[in-house]
T-cell receptor
């Protein structure tokens, strides 16, 4: 079983739609959780951290469910510029190591 | 603004050649990382370093070595390149106290013929 699993997609949505991605992780001792965004042929960049209480940044909402070991990302009012691959990232137990999911691809169309 | 640079965006080498990939960061970060990214497999950690002259194996170190002689520079070495090392190589850095924001370089697309 992979340490971090994501649906690869692609998720095809129209502009203005709400879309949600889930990610599951296998190590119950994981303590830090993140979503990174990667544009085509570009490097990954941190989108947001995920906190136990859930957190929101504009149109983006991230939530963590420790009991079920999954994290989610909700994007409201999708924009064309949201088209990218979203990487679920979990810290590995041990020295400052992150484990990346394979990513979920989002395509927002006009 | 953090800047991580990599020596080449595209590189083509032949099987058996020795390959050096260089990464430089300008934010005095302690930790530096080398990943490779392949379709369907995501980012996989090759090696990382938490200080000058220190290195730790990641998940897929076979066929690679690294060098960190200066804090700002972390080199990935392919002693004898093979076709299965054709990939996108990404370098990242982060401050010692944090595991969250890893700042990535633009990547090097290496093709081994």
């Amino acid at each position: 079983r992979k340490e971090v699993e994501q649906d690869p997609g692609p998720f095809n949505v129209p502009e203005g739609a709400t879309v949600a991605f889930n990610c599951t992780y296998s190590n119950s001792a994981s303590q830090s959780f993140f979503w990174y965004r990667q544009d085509c042929r570009k490097e990954p960049k941190l989108l947001m951290s995920v906190y136990s209480s859930g957190n929101e940044d504009g149109r983006f909402t991230a939530q963590l469910n420790r009991a079920s070991q999954y994290i989610s990302l909700l994007i409201r009012d999708s924009k064309l510029s949201d088209s990218a691959t979203y990487l679920c990232v979990v810290n590995a137990v041990g020295f400052q190591k992150l484990v990346f999911g394979t990513g979920t691809r989002l395509l927002v169309s006009p | 603004d953090v800047k991580v640079t990599q020596s080449s965006r595209y590189l083509v080498k032949r099987t058996g050649e020795k390959v050096f990939l260089e990464c430089v960061q300008d934010m005095d970060h302690e930790n530096m990382f080398w990943y490779r990214q392949d379709p369907g497999l995501g980012l996989r950690l090759i090696y990382f370093s938490y200080d000058v002259k220190m290195k730790e194996k990641g998940d897929i170190p076979e066929g690679y070595s690294v060098s960190r002689e200066k804090k700002e520079r972390f080199s990935l070495i392919l002693e004898s390149a093979s076709t299965n090392q054709t990939s996108m190589y990404l370098c990242a850095s982060t401050i010692q106290e944090s595991t969250d924001t890893q700042y990535f370089g633009p990547g090097t697309r290496l093709t081994v013929l």
